[in-house]
């Protein structure tokens, strides 16, 4: 099976595409979506479907997931494109850990959106946000599958 760029049987291969593919894209959709949550939190204060504390939440992953990244293009990814290295199960786990802690502030994006559940009448920055949302989720779904269950496997004990 391949993705995109990558064979899923090639560690190295895959860890390129998922710089190229992921990081970088989500470098680019979380400040964008942070910037749309504030601009809708204070248009629409008071409106009772507010996603009160969206903007906060997304400021705090930008921060959280560019060190997740850095980890893995720093570290986890050159050992892995080296082949593996006694130990490498050890970072591996920080970085499960971490997709851990993604997957509940996704939960905590979608409590707050009501699932990403639009307002009637929602005005143009609100129905972008959540398109926006709903694809920094998809992304970063695949992202999180990639690694934890095609990628980080190969490098970890049986």
């Known amino acids: 099976m391949m993705t995109d760029d990558a064979s899923l049987d ?4 895959l860890t390129r595409h998922i710089e190229a593919r992921y990081h970088q894209r989500h470098r680019a959709q ?4 942070a910037e749309m949550a504030a601009k809708v939190e204070t248009v629409h204060f008071g409106n ?3 996603p009160k ?4 939440l997304l400021r705090r992953m930008i921060g959280e ?3 997740h990244m850095k ?3 720093l570290i986890l990814f050159p050992a892995i494109r080296a082949g593996g290295r006694p130990g490498i199960e050890n970072p591996i786990a920080v970085m499960r850990a971490d997709h851990d802690d993604h997957e509940r502030e996704v939960g905590e994006i979608r409590r707050l959106t ?12 609100w129905t972008a946000l959540y398109a926006g949302l709903a694809e920094f989720i998809d992304d970063l779904n695949e ?3 990639l690694e934890n269950d095609v990628l980080f496997p190969q490098f970890e004990p049986r």
């Open 10 to 13: 090639d560690a190295a291969g």
């Open 30 to 33: 979380l400040p964008r979506v």
């Open 48 to 50: 009772e479907a507010l």
């Open 53 to 56: 504390g969206l903007s906060d």
């Open 65 to 67: 997931m560019e060190v």
């Open 71 to 73: 980890k893995e293009e």
């Open 114 to 125: 009501r699932n990403l559940t639009l307002p009637d009448r929602a005005c143009a920055t």
């Open 143 to 145: 992202h999180i599958r």
